[in-house]
């Protein structure tokens, strides 16, 4: 959820258990320094349609710097199952 609209605005942001319908794919990358934990998939799902979820050991803020091989399989194996369902 954006964070301006949801300090600015908190009628913008999204209900909970009321998943936007378009499909969303979530990727946890292992190297990201954060004082917190990972975000578990059933918070996720309360707020989007998680259609492809992923998570690595490597990685960090940037994975298109540190580990783009990683990203760029990822966003295939979120993508293919739409690709597949378009063609007729």
Do not use: N
């Not at 979820?53 to 580990?67: D, K, L, N, V």
């Amino acid at each position: 959820m954006p964070y301006w609209a949801h300090r600015h605005a908190p009628a913008s942001t999204l209900p909970a258990g009321e998943p936007a319908p378009v499909p969303t794919a979530i990727t946890v990358f292992g190297g990201e320094q954060v004082p917190f934990p990972k975000p578990p998939r059933e918070l996720a799902e309360r707020y989007f349609r998680v259609t492809a979820w992923a998570e690595h050991g490597r990685g960090g803020h940037f994975p298109a710097i540190t580990e783009p091989q990683l990203l760029a399989e990822t966003l295939r194996d979120a993508f293919r199952p739409l690709r597949t369902q378009a063609q007729p």
